[in-house]
């Protein structure tokens, strides 16, 4: 049984069509709905989609005498709450229990999805990011909110996802279940694709990482239970639902945006693909072609990995080498002089191996010196492999 909260703000009649899809899919389907909830949409609208009367009184007879919020949390395989109003959120996060949902959240061992929604302000203000923040590191699932017009009439984040993108995280929720939930608990920050270098307002320098490496990462991690925060230049993926994905564009704010989340890591894996250089210059106006060469200086970025290298406290430390020649004694120097845990070096020159494919062949080594030659497979596959080894070195 999947349980759905609905809690009171004007998104909630967009959990309709959710609980719609998933009555559809076979899923047997119990509505909780706040007081509040029950002001913006009916509980006959639910009620007679899912066939089973909507929940949203504490003080219920049972005719068998259980206590019926333990009982849902017992019988759930996954609770959603969507939306989930800053004010809900903000209860969880203090702990308190004065509602159905609310004690019913406390009481649910199983999986929880919250799908936030609200003004734009609201969502970007410290005490409901802290609030999130926290609860993800407590194991809550959260789905990022959509930009766009809200119904205040500001444009900004806070919107609902639509009912389709909810639908896929808890399905996907519900069968990663059969897989190993041994990341509960655990940050990992996981960097993807290219960073762009601009020259002026048209031009940039970059290289071919296409994002694949680092996304697979970060659905497998997702799938077994982290919370993931995918730091990723750009790229024509999609985020994994459940990662809490930061867009970046240049190695700087790359950068910046791995020193912010690090401290709240435990496991950082720079599968990006960072360009060494910038362009010393930008150009505010289209570089005009002048002469028959063009003579481009360039400055170096600051090396984001060992700038955490030579910070770490407790994180465990994951590079990617991307070598075309003497993969192993290169991998080894990037693996001692960035202080790294471990390297998972490709050949980007190989075939099945490097940028833009499925797949890949690495060679990963500990920073023991165990060296351990993977074939060829996919990115997926290879993503758990990693994660496997990750686990290995926060035990060692
Ligand atoms: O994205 P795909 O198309 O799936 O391709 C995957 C991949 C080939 C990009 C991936 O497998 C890979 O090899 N990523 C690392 C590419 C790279 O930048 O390698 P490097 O040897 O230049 O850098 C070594 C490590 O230092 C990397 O973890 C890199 O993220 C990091 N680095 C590099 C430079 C810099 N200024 N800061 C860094 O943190």
């Given at each position: 049984?999947?349980?759905?909260?609905?809690?009171?703000?004007?998104?909630?009649?967009?959990?309709?069509?959710?609980?719609?899809?998933?009555?559809?899919?076979?899923?047997?389907?119990?509505?909780?709905?706040?007081?509040?909830?029950?002001?913006?949409?009916?509980?006959?609208?639910?009620?007679?989609?899912?066939?089973?009367?909507?929940?949203?009184?504490?003080?219920?007879?049972?005719?068998?005498?259980?206590?019926?919020?333990?009982?849902?949390?017992?019988?759930?395989?996954?609770?959603?709450?969507?939306?989930?109003?800053?004010?809900?959120?903000?209860?969880?996060?203090?702990?308190?229990?004065?509602?159905?949902?609310?004690?019913?959240?406390?009481?649910?061992?199983?999986?929880?999805?919250?799908?936030?929604?609200?003004?734009?302000?609201?969502?970007?203000?410290?005490?409901?990011?802290?609030?999130?923040?926290?609860?993800?590191?407590?194991?809550?699932?959260?789905?990022?909110?959509?930009?766009?017009?809200?119904?205040?009439?500001?444009?900004?984040?806070?919107?609902?996802?639509?009912?389709?993108?909810?639908?896929?995280?808890?399905?996907?929720?519900?069968?990663?279940?059969?897989?190993?939930?041994?990341?509960?608990?655990?940050?990992?920050?996981?960097?993807?694709?290219?960073?762009?270098?601009?020259?002026?307002?048209?031009?940039?320098?970059?290289?071919?990482?296409?994002?694949?490496?680092?996304?697979?990462?970060?659905?497998?991690?997702?799938?077994?239970?982290?919370?993931?925060?995918?730091?990723?230049?750009?790229?024509?993926?999609?985020?994994?639902?459940?990662?809490?994905?930061?867009?970046?564009?240049?190695?700087?704010?790359?950068?910046?945006?791995?020193?912010?989340?690090?401290?709240?890591?435990?496991?950082?894996?720079?599968?990006?693909a960072v360009a060494d250089f910038r362009p010393k210059h930008f150009s505010d106006q289209k570089i005009k072609k002048g002469d028959d060469t063009f003579i481009l200086e360039l400055v170096k970025n600051p090396d984001i990995l060992k700038t955490l290298g030579d910070t770490k406290k407790r994180q465990i430390l994951?590079?990617?080498?991307a070598e075309s020649t003497d993969l192993i004694a290169n991998a080894q120097t990037k693996l001692k002089s960035k202080n790294l845990d471990l390297i998972v070096a490709n050949n980007i020159t190989n075939d099945g191996a490097g940028f833009g494919l499925t797949t890949n062949i690495v060679t990963i080594i500990d920073?023991?010196?165990?060296?351990?030659?993977?074939?060829?497979?996919?990115?997926?596959?290879?993503?758990?492999?990693?994660?496997?080894?990750?686990?290995?070195?926060?035990?060692?």
């Amino acid at each position: 049984m999947i349980t759905i909260g609905v809690t009171g703000g004007i998104a909630a009649y967009k959990t309709i069509d959710v609980a719609s899809t998933l009555k559809k899919l076979g899923h047997d389907i119990q509505i909780v709905m706040t007081k509040n909830a029950t002001n913006f949409v009916s509980p006959l609208s639910f009620a007679s989609i899912v066939k089973h009367p909507v929940i949203s009184d504490m003080f219920l007879d049972d005719k068998n005498g259980e206590i019926l919020h333990i009982e849902l949390a017992k019988k759930s395989d996954l609770l959603l709450i969507a939306p989930a109003t800053a004010n809900f959120i903000g209860k969880l996060r203090a702990g308190i229990a004065d509602d159905f949902l609310s004690t019913l959240v406390l009481a649910c061992k199983k999986p929880i999805i919250i799908a936030p929604a609200m003004n734009s302000n609201m969502y970007s203000n410290t005490i409901v990011t802290e609030n999130i923040a926290y609860l993800k590191s407590k194991g809550f699932i959260f789905i990022e909110p959509d930009v766009g017009l809200l119904a205040c009439g500001d444009v900004g984040i806070g919107k609902l996802p639509s009912p389709e993108t909810i639908v896929r995280l808890v399905v996907n929720t519900i069968n990663s279940r059969k897989i190993k939930q041994d990341l509960i608990g655990k940050t990992y920050l996981i960097t993807a694709g290219p960073t762009i270098e601009a020259l002026d307002p048209m031009r940039y320098i970059s290289n071919y990482s296409t994002g694949k490496m680092g996304y697979a990462l970060s659905e497998m991690a997702q799938k077994r239970g982290a919370n993931v925060i995918l730091i990723s230049g750009p790229t024509n993926l999609i985020a994994p639902a459940g990662v809490t994905k930061i867009d970046v564009k240049s190695a700087m704010d790359m950068y910046h945006a791995v020193l912010k989340y690090f401290d709240q890591s435990d496991v950082v894996i720079k599968s990006a693909a960072v360009a060494d250089f910038r362009p010393k210059h930008f150009s505010d106006q289209k570089i005009k072609k002048g002469d028959d060469t063009f003579i481009l200086e360039l400055v170096k970025n600051p090396d984001i990995l060992k700038t955490l290298g030579d910070t770490k406290k407790r994180q465990i430390l994951v590079g990617f080498a991307a070598e075309s020649t003497d993969l192993i004694a290169n991998a080894q120097t990037k693996l001692k002089s960035k202080n790294l845990d471990l390297i998972v070096a490709n050949n980007i020159t190989n075939d099945g191996a490097g940028f833009g494919l499925t797949t890949n062949i690495v060679t990963i080594i500990d920073k023991n010196g165990n060296i351990d030659q993977i074939p060829k497979m996919s990115k997926d596959d290879l993503a758990n492999i990693i994660l496997d080894k990750t686990i290995a070195m926060s035990i060692d």
